[in-house]
């Protein structure tokens, strides 16, 4: 066998190590970026779950969050903070879902589900109380996204739960 046709097997096989590396290396990228969505996904449920437990777990807790939500004037100085404290804690949560969402590291099926609680807390007075009083703790896209998608879908939101409330009761509703 001459140096040439040696050359050009080598060749040949330089090119397959290649592709081989390249579908290797895509093979891996693709489970990394499965293994980053997924710890996306844990650590902001984790962000939710551990609020959960903190309300589901203190009654105190649950009565000021239930009270802020609903009736925030009924709260005196010291169960404001606390509410405050919590809302806090659950529209960061909600912030960092939606940075991960716009980068697309968070799967699309978990948004759904975390923008539709969110939809349902900004319903409350005591989210728009809270968002009056604090939007400006938060930055300009984000505040975006709250004001222009998230609040308006609220205030659907309302109005689709208030007709079927009312239909349930036998009122003829129509809604636009």
């Known amino acids: 066998m001459s140096i040439e046709q040696l050359a050009n097997i080598a060749?040949?096989?330089?090119?397959l190590v290649v592709a081989i590396t390249l579908i290797f290396l895509t093979l891996q990228m693709r489970q990394n970026t499965r293994a980053v969505r997924l710890?996306?996904?844990?650590?902001i449920s984790e962000t939710?779950?551990?609020?959960?437990?903190?309300?589901?777990?203190?009654?105190?807790v649950a009565a000021v969050y239930l009270t802020g939500l609903t009736s925030?004037?009924?709260?005196?100085?010291?169960?404001?903070?606390?509410?405050?404290?919590?809302?806090?804690n659950q529209v960061r949560g909600y912030e960092d879902a939606f940075y991960q969402q716009?980068?697309?590291?968070l799967d699309?099926?978990?948004?759904?589900g975390m923008h539709g609680q969110m939809i349902n807390t900004s319903s409350q007075p005591g989210f728009t109380e809270y968002w009056n009083d604090r939007r400006g703790w938060y930055s300009e896209s984000f505040q975006r996204?709250?004001?222009d998608v998230l609040i308006p879908s609220a205030k659907d939101?309302?109005?689709?739960?208030?007709?079927?409330?009312?239909r349930r009761a036998g009122c003829n509703v129509t809604t636009h």
């Open 11 to 15: 060749e040949v096989f330089g090119m």
């Open 72 to 88: 925030p004037q009924e709260l005196n100085k010291a169960a404001r903070v606390q509410f405050y404290a919590l809302m806090h």
């Open 39 to 43: 710890n996306t996904i844990h650590g």
């Open 48 to 60: 939710f779950r551990s609020q959960y437990a903190l309300v589901g777990g203190r009654e105190q």
């Open 145 to 147: 996204h709250v004001d």
């Open 102 to 105: 716009e980068e697309g590291a």
């Open 108 to 112: 699309v099926r978990y948004w759904a």
């Open 157 to 166: 939101f309302l109005i689709i739960h208030v007709s079927q409330l009312l």
